[in-house]
């Protein structure tokens, strides 16, 4: 892997860690009243509030660290993790820091953004919703959508069919709060998914690519159906009939040639690392495969990227050989990636130089400010992957394959077609044993590792061609999406018992299991949400 100037790099971090630091508290949410609607009163102040209604906060640092996608690293007693932020996400403890990253600047920005969005459309309502104002209206709706279904997807359980109607939710706010600190209760997965799909069918005929100079930065018309579509894979139904609704909203993203429409990894993977060239180009708003980009309040890059800081807690190169990026999949292995694996030189990180931090200045002269992270959070290349799922899941396995294949070869330098015989092949029963072993794959154990983990969720996967379809996309996906978050939503909505493993001379220690009943995969509330009524999340 290049230096990247690793160790100049070193030293700059830790300063701006230091200073922004001093920055990077939060205001409670609903310590002042958010009633602003006085003040919305015409088209341009309705329209600049919903900048608002998007959060700074990011989840993905949480949920890569709650993952598979994490081991920790004994190999050297100097490691050490970055700040109590990242042990306590690593091994599953309740997260009781409040700085950037935490549940509780995810849960404070998101209800902020949430309060945006109704002063937005209470606004529009109050004016008798004129059609000038239609596309604000649908924009808020889709915002509010969206900020809960973040919400849930952190401090939730997965939705499921059989339990939605007794797992705890979110509380769905879905009027303008003219009470300091409220508490209202939770409700159920069932009412937060119901109030999250009411929204989006609302709001989403109304959003117009019109509305906004750079539609990137907001939800356009394409990042709209992107998010609904992933929002049905992940309601599922007794009769799977939302897989109809996530194929739908996919198709419109994708059109009649999805290859045209996804991101041009062989391009990408020819730009330079250095400087963060890369990385600019991947969260670009020119590129055609980035359909909704967020900035947001993250120290992420550091932990995860190419700095001397947070080795204790890595995607190290035991789980990339083995479950990841340098295993074998349906592609082939490594060589055949557009987009170039890197190892951190003198550290245990293997990672895929995509996301970048910036620092947004509150005092340039003396280097202090926030440190920032631009996050493609809707792509045509997940959405495509969605839609795999969601035909694999239908039985409709040629559709499923099609788009497999359209995938790998945007991806990949591999220019065959994905068929039965090759994932049976790759993801099939093992033939053989050790060196004789050709065909076929064992089931992941902590201590033998392979991308092929027992799959448990709360709706059926047949065994044979599905099962294997499924494996391969989340393989896929999991490749993919690597430092992106979208993994630790695969292992819940599967069921997929994983494991915290400690990692010395390449030797495996299991110490702590999650099972797929174990209630820490809703992670908990923040402290003080929970003092001032909330109901927090069940603990052993």
Request: proline fraction near 4%; aromatic fraction near 12%; glycine fraction near 4%.
């Amino acid at each position: 892997m290049a230096k990247y100037n690793s160790y100049i790099f070193k030293l700059l971090n830790f300063c701006i860690v230091a200073t922004a630091l001093l920055f990077a508290a939060c205001d409670d949410y609903l310590d002042v009243l958010p009633d602003n609607r006085a003040e919305l009163d015409n088209e341009e102040k309705i329209t600049d509030l919903l900048v608002s209604a998007y959060p700074m906060t990011s989840s993905i640092m949480l949920c890569e660290m709650y993952s598979d996608n994490t081991d920790r690293n004994d190999e050297s007693s100097a490691y050490t993790a970055f700040q109590p932020l990242q042990e306590q996400a690593a091994t599953w403890q309740d997260v009781t820091t409040t700085s950037q990253d935490t549940p509780y600047a995810l849960w404070d920005h998101c209800y902020k953004s949430i309060a945006a969005a109704n002063n937005v459309i209470f606004a529009i309502d109050k004016l008798g919703r004129p059609e000038n104002l239609r596309a604000q209206l649908g924009e808020a709706l889709m915002c509010r959508a969206f900020c809960h279904f973040m919400l849930g997807n952190v401090f939730c359980k997965a939705y499921s069919p059989k339990t939605c109607n007794e797992d705890l939710g979110i509380t769905y706010i879905n009027r303008v709060l003219t009470e300091v600190t409220p508490v209202y209760p939770r409700g159920t997965m069932a009412d937060l998914y119901r109030n999250i799909a009411a929204d989006i069918e609302e709001g989403l005929p109304m959003v117009s690519d019109e509305l906004h100079s750079v539609v990137k930065y907001h939800f356009n018309v394409k990042a709209a159906n992107a998010f609904a579509a992933r929002f049905y894979l992940y309601y599922m139904q007794d009769d799977k009939s939302n897989l109809d609704k996530c194929i739908e909203y996919a198709t419109r993203v994708l059109g009649s040639s999805p290859a045209e429409n996804l991101r041009n990894w062989e391009e990408l993977g020819q730009i330079s690392i250095n400087d963060g060239q890369r990385a600019n180009a991947f969260v670009s708003a020119d590129s055609k495969a980035n359909l909704l980009l967020l900035s947001t309040n993250s120290y992420w890059e550091w932990i995860y990227g190419p700095t001397a800081v947070g080795f204790k807690y890595t995607h190290n190169d035991k789980i990339a050989e083995t479950e990841t990026v340098k295993s074998r999949g349906f592609w082939g292995t490594e060589n055949n990636f557009y987009f170039g694996i890197n190892n951190m030189n003198e550290g245990p990180k293997v990672l895929m130089y995509k996301l970048a931090q910036f620092v947004q200045y509150t005092d340039i002269t003396k280097g202090i400010g926030y440190p920032k992270m631009m996050m493609p959070v809707l792509t045509t290349d997940a959405v495509l992957l969605e839609r795999a799922e969601a035909y694999a899941l239908k039985g409709d396995y040629q559709k499923a394959y099609d788009d497999l294949t359209t995938w790998m070869h945007s991806f990949t330098k591999s220019n065959y077609d994905v068929n039965a015989e090759l994932l049976a092949d790759i993801y099939g029963p093992k033939e053989g044993s050790g060196m004789f072993s050709t065909k076929g794959m064992d089931y992941y154990t902590p201590e033998e590792p392979t991308p092929k983990k027992r799959l448990d969720p709360d709706f059926t996967v047949e065994p044979g061609e599905q099962e294997n379809l499924i494996h391969a996309i989340l393989h896929a996906r999991r490749v993919m999406t690597l430092h992106e978050g979208l993994r630790w939503q695969d292992v819940k909505r599967y069921g997929i018992e994983i494991y915290r493993r400690a990692v010395k001379d390449g030797n495996i220690t299991v110490y702590d299991t999650m099972k797929k009943d174990d209630p820490r995969r809703a992670i908990q509330l923040p402290e003080n949400v929970i003092k001032a009524g909330i109901t927090a999340n069940p603990r052993d």
